[in-house]
């Protein structure tokens, strides 16, 4: 018995004379119980301690290991119970025989080889990793470019769209919250009994949503989601095949592009102007697409309250164009509603879903900008044909969302918090709203040009620039902000003229013209203060 | 002027002598404004009021109405801001006469159709929801069968295997809980900052993974999904295409099953015996299937710990075989570890991941049967080439989970409370799967045969009997009793013997006792009390 370093011990086997180590230390936390196991079971998969060995018995090992031999008898039942070794009446405890063909030889990188051809089969971790071949959905995602994260925390962020948190009721929030924690019932701990979700929240979504937004629902047809994304999601696995048609916006919405396209669809874009969606290339795509491919459109995804990132509303004429082609050509329009509550000059525009009913629409929508993204809750409503399917997709994709969030937001909404807080935050963007066009005029005069409706939480601005796109974002950077980047198609018709969107809601009025002033700088727009 | 049964009131226009009917109703709770806006708004839409028509002045309206003047004002400027009416300076105010094309007609069933073709498209509605036509994993998830929900209250469930709710410290939780929501923090309602969910909670889930189940495992492996089902689901999505082949266990868990169904995969199933999955088996058929077709098997899911629903633990022997299997022909391996803390003999069979260094298994597991189902937190441990796609596809799934019970769930593993609740629970458990066998071997003697190790949350049987299964199912049913069925492919060789699971865990002592009797006397078996 030799200790090597103070923590390598060596045994020597009574009957067999042969030597064997294990690594002991009985300074660290882990149980000494434990460490003779582990060292024992490492040592029997690597081949060290090749089968039908010997072991000590455990009170030889128990004394030369100084411990207790109890913990050498336990040790050594954990491992007899797990098919490591094998006693043998009258004569002991051994590596058990069964494993000899199959066990591991591990390598020095720490890999499994199989003795014969440990050469071949030494650099197997690398090829093996690198040869895990994916679906073409995880290709799709593993080619879309991913955020730079090396951004400096002192860029104003003004590519970000999403609510002011300083200014959200967290007391309010907190105060449903703590009576949801006080008074769990049973029933939030269990499996949900509807895959759409909470009875209560989906009849005060409901209720919220024909009075707020004017759509056409009831409780049955509202199915609650983790999230907009979610719903774009299901809609877009339980719609489209691959090579199956959607048509979407250009400029569009990225996130809902990118869902598309992983599901291997195809897309066509129409493009957007003051008045939201042109219809009539639209049509005259669909009708062309038709006759060519005789792949019809299956799905049009629009953003008729606030175009994203356009800002445009989708005019009425169009609207009723919009469903009248829907109806007749068997096409189903996905409606995402993301920002819709806030208008600032004018009502909110009622739904493109409300405005017949049975319309061919999905509608889509969450808290994730009236309230907080942190609350992963949004909602669909779908055509009575479609509850079934997408409470099924639901169901196997993730089961159910949170009980306990879907209790808190349920007494949120009938107290009437969320349309307090939205009539408060109106008041707030609006005046912020107005900060960043008036910083973006007085920096950029008439080469910038304002588009849009007086709505939503971003603003869209066309420049005159004489330097491409790209430069332009990476001075910014380099200046201290970032401005929101337009998500073109490739192969789209863009403008001339250059193109970013700014998210104001979430920044502080000298947060919006410090970031302005900065974009001008970046851009050599001679900037005032 | 003349209100018909107290309601409808008809307007006389002073200029065009054209009579409009506006439904208002002063008694019910929407206001006036609302209620003349909706009037007219439907009856422009429905054509009702022709495009350009002359609307009366408001002045006229409101006194005809018994309103105040400023409600018809509030009403014709929102239509008009909506493009409903238009006004010409001096002439007065007039339906639109933009919309004249583009107007839906809505039929009788409030369906739009257009004038010239009113009778083909009158049954618009029913056609064109009948039409929506689902992509092939619609069609999968609307052919799987849906559970009946005409189950009487008073039936015992035996097919349900989730924990306890009425053992869970619920008081604990709700400490944990109060204090998150006492103490919400701003990053709490913001987007989080990583795809693979809270960091903290990442690190615990670690250290409890590489302690308990030795997994080989860091926190940047770890990525958190609302509960395992949506795990294998986005496993699934990166890594399987339509027509490429998983091999799963015979008899499986079935919504692992419906998943891979569902994105279109081909399953191989591969036999389990006392010893978990027929490795043999399993190699044999991805031979042949590599020699006959060239699609060789590309994911094995496994349920290593407490085989679903057999209760069969894999030897190691297998184990070791299946690993080595995997790194020769390219194989990923999913261990699903659904119920892996439950053992009551012996202790609990480390994780077949961790059993040698970077095996090429994606690990995972979920705090629905540990902790409550109700709490959507699950995680996957993934080989390092992995992460980024399965993060992405996370994110672009439903972007994250709901932070404030990452927060709570950190604290509650973090105080140890989750490894205390499991040893209450291994000891009430193992008395009441201890009670399930003794009442199936006093009621049916030996022609029930027990399956499975002492393990999990179920209880696997196979009865001789005479009956068919659906009978028996049927039967239970009526007796008031539920067990849980065994799912088996259309083409699996399944044995004579007739199988069904039994969960214990959720039931008490009596309930365990009285649905086995129930389901002694609905099976002919002379029960005994």
């Given at each position: 018995m030799v200790w090597q370093q103070g923590h390598f011990q060596y045994f020597r086997s009574v009957h067999f004379a042969m030597p064997i180590s294990l690594y002991i230390d009985?300074?660290?936390?882990?149980?000494l119980q434990q460490q003779i196991y582990t060292e024992i079971r490492t040592a029997t998969l690597t081949g060290r301690f090749p089968p039908r060995m010997r072991l000590p018995s455990s009170r030889a090992l128990a004394s030369s290991l100084g411990v207790a031999r109890m913990t050498v008898t336990e040790a050594y039942a954990r491992l007899i119970s797990e098919g490591y070794l094998e006693t043998r009446p009258g004569s002991g405890t051994f590596i058990c025989s069964v494993l000899p063909e199959q066990s591991l030889v591990v390598s020095h990188s720490g890999l499994p080889v199989t003795p014969r051809t440990t050469k071949r089969q030494a650099s197997l971790n690398t090829s093996a990793s690198a040869s895990i071949s994916l679906s073409k959905y995880g290709c799709a995602l593993q080619a879309a470019p991913s955020e730079d994260p090396r951004r400096p925390r002192s860029v104003i962020r003004m590519d970000q769209t999403g609510p002011c948190i300083a200014s959200f009721p967290v007391s309010q929030w907190s105060r449903v919250l703590l009576r949801q924690a006080r008074n769990l019932v049973r029933d939030q701990f269990e499996?949900?009994?509807?895959?759409?979700?909470y009875q209560p929240l989906r009849e005060a979504i409901s209720q919220y949503l024909k009075r707020v937004r004017s759509v056409d629902c009831d409780p049955n047809r509202v199915v609650l989601v983790s999230g907009s994304q979610q719903a774009l999601d299901i809609c877009a696995r339980i719609l489209l095949d691959a090579n199956d048609t959607v048509a979407v916006e250009m400029p569009c919405y990225p996130a809902a592009a990118q869902v598309f396209a992983s599901q291997g669809a195809r897309m066509v874009h129409i493009p957007v102007d003051g008045a939201g969606i042109d219809c009539d290339a639209l049509f005259e795509q669909g009708a062309e697409l038709c006759k060519a491919t005789k792949t019809p459109i299956k799905l049009v995804y629009v953003t008729p309250s606030h175009q994203f990132p356009t800002g445009a509303s989708l005019s009425l004429a169009r609207r009723l164009a919009l469903l009248q082609w829907a109806f007749d050509n068997k096409v189903l329009i996905l409606e995402d509603d993301f920002d819709s509550e806030y208008r600032y000059a004018g009502r909110p525009l009622p739904s493109l879903q409300g405005l017949i009913p049975n319309a061919p629409v999905i509608y889509i929508g969450t808290f994730s900008r009236t309230l907080f993204p942190g609350l992963r809750i949004g909602y669909a409503v779908l055509p009575e044909k479609l509850v079934g399917v997408f409470s099924q997709a639901k169901l196997l994709t993730d089961?159910?969302?949170t009980t306990i969030d879907q209790c808190a937001l349920t007494d949120f909404l009938n107290e009437g918090h969320l349309e307090r807080h939205i009539l408060r935050m109106r008041k707030l963007y609006g005046r912020r709203r107005a900060i960043l066009v008036e910083a973006l005029t007085v920096q950029f005069g008439d080469r910038v040009r304002i588009g849009g409706d007086e709505a939503g939480m971003h603003v869209f601005a066309q420049f005159s620039l004489r330097i491409p796109e790209t430069t332009a974002v990476h001075r910014a950077l380099v200046a201290g902000v970032q401005a929101g980047r337009v998500h073109w198609a490739k192969d789209s018709a863009r403008s001339r003229s250059v193109a970013f969107y700014f998210g104001f809601a979430a920044l502080s009025e000298p947060a919006i013209r410090e970031g302005v002033r900065r974009f001008a700088i970046a851009l050599g727009a001679h900037p005032k203060n």
């Open positions: 009985p300074s660290i936390t882990i149980g499996y949900a009994r509807d895959a759409r979700g089961r159910q969302g």
